[in-house]
């Protein structure tokens, strides 16, 4: 992938909503510990942008086994994709007020499923505020979609394969966590032994927005080998996931992540800071 496969910008979504043939806009307000990502949409999101619930349309139930945010189920997947308007080739623009790191999911979910058309609003809500464009209030409701969703167009790793990963395993939560300073969520602190530190926050400036691609070149120029990407549950893993996507390097994710890796006591875990972090 490029980085413009990747992210569009507020001028260029602008632009593409007066076209013809406008992308359909999806809203992914949700940040870890909080539960008003619906009401915040109701109250102002981008004209004619669909709310899309992380917790019950982006994941299947949550378990020790298979971690808090687990792959949903595909058949449940797809019908929630037509819901919100996913349809043949219409591209997919998603956005939130995070920085990209929960809309992230929902690019990376839907990619990995086999929709090509799928980019991320870099800046996010406040970009497109701070642009003086206008918002709207209320719920959207779209023409159903008929997308047909095929597994398997970007790699996942599981729990074995992050324990023998043969390159660069790469976490993606705050440094704190790595270390296991401070574990606010999940049963055991620490990390993923061989792992090294490259918390997510690090694809972004001060604005939320990507980071150039030469910034983003030097950022991961230790990185060798096949890469996957691990964090909490999945979630802000799939931003360091697009990141790599839009310099070139394809990234697996690891769903489960650690809130599974964590659960497991016969995984062992590694504390302390990394010696060479991304």
Not at 231 to 243: D, K, L, M, Q, Y
Request: charge should be negative; include cysteine; glycine fraction near 10%.
């Amino acid at each position: 992938m490029t980085r413009d496969a990747v992210i569009v910008d507020v001028e260029q979504l602008r632009a593409a909503l007066e076209s013809s043939e406008p992308p359909l806009l999806l809203d992914v307000r949700w940040a870890l510990g909080q539960t008003d990502g619906h009401a915040r949409y109701l109250d102002a999101h981008l004209p004619g942008a669909v709310f899309v619930d992380l917790d019950t349309e982006l994941a299947g139930p949550a378990s020790p086994q298979e971690g808090r945010h687990p792959l949903p189920d595909l058949a449940a997947f797809e019908a929630a994709a037509r819901r919100w308007g996913v349809s043949g080739e219409r591209p997919v623009v998603a956005y939130d007020a995070v920085g990209g790191t929960s809309a992230a999911r929902v690019w990376w979910l839907l990619r990995w499923a086999g929709v090509r058309e799928v980019r991320l609003l870099d800046g996010g809500l406040a970009a497109w505020t701070d642009a003086g464009l206008p918002l709207e209030a209320g719920s959207v409701t779209p023409e159903p979609g008929d997308v047909v969703l095929v597994p398997g167009a970007l790699p996942t790793i599981d729990a074995d394969q992050a324990a023998a990963w043969d390159g660069s395993l790469l976490d993606a939560r705050a440094a704190e966590r790595y270390a296991g300073d401070v574990e606010p969520v999940d049963p055991r602190a620490g990390h993923i032994p061989g792992a090294r530190s490259a918390p997510t926050t690090g694809n972004n400036d001060a604005a939320g927005t990507f980071l150039s691609d030469a910034a983003l070149r030097e950022r991961f120029a230790s990185v060798e080998g096949p890469v996957a990407v691990y964090c909490g549950s999945g979630v802000t893993a799939a931003h360091e996931v697009a990141a790599l996507a839009s310099i070139g390097i394809d990234a697996a994710l690891y769903p489960g992540s650690w809130s599974q890796w964590s659960n497991d006591p016969a995984r062992p875990v590694e504390t302390g800071k990394a010696a060479t972090p991304v």
